[in-house]
T-cell receptor, first 114, second 110 residues
Framework: KAGVTQTPRYLIKTRGQQVTLSCSPI?????VSWYQQTPGQGLQFLFE???????NKGNFPGRFSGRQFSNSRSEMNVSTLELGDSALYLC?????????????FGPGTRLTVL | GNSVTQMEGPVTLSEEAFLTINCTYT??????LFWYVQYPGEGLQLLLK?????DKGSNKGFEATYRKETTSFHLEKGSVQVSDSAVYFC?????????FGTGTRLTIIP
C-alpha cells in the first residue's frame, strides 16, 4: 500500500504570496490532519478533516485554511505569507476516527518564505 | 488544555548504552499515548503506542509503559545502536488531535 504523499516537497515563496499544499492519504483512509513543524514552536496541529468536514482546528490565524475532497485528498492554503510561515508542513492520515488510531505521516512539504 | 513535557536534548550516548527519555503529560480524560521518531529529512514514524493505563507499548527494542498515577510515558531501550540516532517525540491524542512534546535529539556514538 502506498504511503501518504505530499506535493510539492519543497517550495520557495515571497512575503505576501499565497501557497497551496497537497496531501494524498493512504488508500482507504478518511481522516487527514495537518501539522506545522518549526524549530521554535515544534509540532503544532493545524486542522483535521474527516469525510470532507473540518472537525478540529488548531490555534492558527484565518490565513491558514484547508479542504478535503470526496476522494479524501486534502489541500491546505496559506494566504498573505509571512516570514514566520517558513516551516515543514506535515500531513497525516488515519483510517477512522478515534484517539486509538495511528496517524501515518507523509514526508512533509518544506516551505521557505523570503 | 492538553500538554506533553519531554526531556530536553540533545542526548548523546555510546553504542550499547541504556536509554531513557522522560515524558509526562497533562490531559483531560483518558488520552492515548505515542512515541514517534523522525529521521533526518523524513516525516514522523510511529515507534510505539499505548491506549490505556498500564499498557506497555514496544517495538524495535524500545518500550514505554502508560503510567496514569504519575502521568508518564517514559521511553526506554536496553542497548542503543548507531541507527537509533534520530529525534524522538512523545505525543498524546484527544479528539483526534495529536499534541506533541518538543522532541529529544538522540545521537549514538560508535
Amino acid at each position: 500500500k502506498a504511503g501518504v504523499t505530499q506535493t510539492p516537497r519543497y517550495l520557495i515563496k515571497t512575503r505576501g504570496q499565497q501557497v497551496t499544499l497537497s496531501c494524498s492519504p493512504i488508500s482507504g483512509h478518511r481522516s487527514v490532519s495537518w501539522y506545522q513543524q518549526t524549530p521554535g514552536q515544534g509540532l503544532q496541529f493545524l486542522f483535521e478533516y474527516f469525510s470532507e468536514t473540518q472537525r478540529n482546528k488548531g490555534n492558527f490565524p484565518g490565513r491558514f485554511s484547508g479542504r478535503q475532497f470526496s476522494n479524501s485528498r486534502s489541500e491546505m492554503n496559506v494566504s498573505t505569507l509571512e516570514l514566520g510561515d517558513s516551516a515543514l508542513y506535515l500531513c497525516a492520515s488515519s483510517s477512522t476516527s478515534g484517539d486509538n488510531n495511528e496517524q501515518f505521516f507523509g514526508p512533509g512539504t518544506r516551505l521557505t518564505v523570503l | 488544555g492538553n500538554s506533553v513535557t519531554q526531556m530536553e536534548g540533545p542526548v548523546t550516548l555510546s553504542e550499547e548504552a541504556f536509554l531513557t527519555i522522560n515524558c509526562t503529560y497533562t490531559a483531560t480524560g483518558y488520552p492515548s499515548l505515542f512515541w514517534y521518531v523522525q529521521y533526518p529529512g523524513e516525516g514522523l514514524q510511529l515507534l510505539l503506542k499505548a491506549t490505556k493505563a498500564d499498557d506497555k507499548g514496544s517495538n524495535k527494542g524500545f518500550e514505554a509503559t502508560y503510567r496514569k498515577e504519575t502521568t508518564s510515558f517514559h521511553l526506554e531501550k536496553g542497548s542503543v545502536q548507531v541507527s537509533d540516532s534520530a529525534v524522538y517525540f512523545c505525543a498524546l491524542t484527544r479528539y483526534e488531535k495529536l499534541t506533541f512534546g518538543t522532541g529529544t535529539r538522540l545521537t549514538i556514538i560508535p
